[in-house]
């Protein structure tokens, strides 16, 4: 599976933006993904994770309440709308996939994903 992450952009802090992960190849329902984001200088992370079944979901403690994973298999598509943006969600942002053990699973570090398409950039002003 190939994959594309866009909508990134540079929004001032408070601010939105919705980011999409569209998918080519293979049926993409039958992955799991996840929003990966690195920021300079640190490690990347996984912020949000969606189930291959769509209703089980993992979000990290720093954007949690304020970030939202979900997914449209007819499109091929998972998105992740980001609310209250602040300084310290700049970073760029990659969306990952794996074939699950089970449809509910979802995965929360970077090395669980084996396809990964190119990230976008997320700059937040303050």
């Known amino acids: 599976v190939q994959l594309q992450a866009s909508g990134g952009g540079v929004v001032q802090a408070g601010g939105s933006l919705r980011l999409s992960c569209t998918a080519s190849?293979?049926?993409?329902?039958?992955?799991?993904v996840g929003w990966i984001r690195q920021a300079p200088g640190k490690e990347r992370e996984v912020i949000a994770a969606?189930?291959?079944?769509?209703?089980?979901?993992y979000y990290a403690d720093s954007v949690k309440g304020r970030f939202t994973i979900h997914r449209d298999n007819a499109e091929n598509t998972v998105f992740l709308q980001m609310n209250s943006l602040r300084p310290d969600d700049t970073a760029v942002y990659s969306c990952?996939?794996?074939?699950?053990?089970?449809?509910?699973?979802?995965?929360?570090?970077?090395?669980?994903?084996?396809?990964w398409g190119p990230g976008t950039q997320v700059t937040v002003s303050s």
């Open positions: 990952a996939a794996r074939t699950p053990g089970f449809v509910r699973y979802v995965y929360t570090t970077p090395r669980d994903y084996r396809y």
């Open positions: 190849g293979p049926t993409f329902s039958s992955y799991a």
């Open positions: 969606i189930s291959r079944s769509g209703d089980n979901f």
